[in-house]
Nanobody, 129 residues
Framework: VQLQASGGGLVQAGGSLRLSCAAS????????VVWFRQAPGKGREFVAG????????YYEDSVKGRFTISRDNAKNTAYLQLSSLKPEDTAVYFC???????????????????????WGKGTLVTVSS
């Protein structure tokens, strides 16, 4: 599976952006999608995940209520709606895909294992204060 994230840019604090993750080369609905981010000078951080059929989602605590993950399997695309953005949300955002169940992935991530099967190139989000 090949993944391409897009939609990043420069936005003022309090603003919104929608990131897209376009997939090709596989049956998209078979894959859970997880977004990670990496801020300048920091390690990668889990942001949000969604199951293949979109019946389950989960979020990192700091983005709950502000970010929304979704997907359109007919378009082979996942989305991350970013709202009420803060300067600390500034990062490169990566979308990933994995055949494992979202519950299994969540367990992996809780243990610090970010070994998702497929990674796309990131898209930069910059939030100015």
């Amino acid at each position: 599976v090949q993944l391409q994230a897009s939609g990043g840019g420069l936005v003022q604090a309090g603003g919104s952006l929608r990131l897209s993750c376009a997939a090709s080369g596989g049956t998209f609905s078979n894959y859970a999608v997880v977004w990670f981010r990496q801020a300048p000078g920091k390690g990668r951080e889990f942001v949000a995940g969604i199951s293949g059929n979109a019946d389950s989602t989960y979020y990192e605590d700091s983005v709950k209520g502000r970010f929304t993950i979704s997907r359109d399997n007919a378009k082979n695309t996942a989305y991350l709606q970013l709202s009420s953005l803060k300067p600390e949300d500034t990062a490169v955002y990566f979308c990933t895909a994995d055949l494992r169940a979202l519950f299994t992935i969540a367990t992996m991530i809780s243990e610090g294992n970010y070994g998702m099967e497929y990674w796309g190139k990131g898209t930069l989000v910059t939030v100015s204060s």
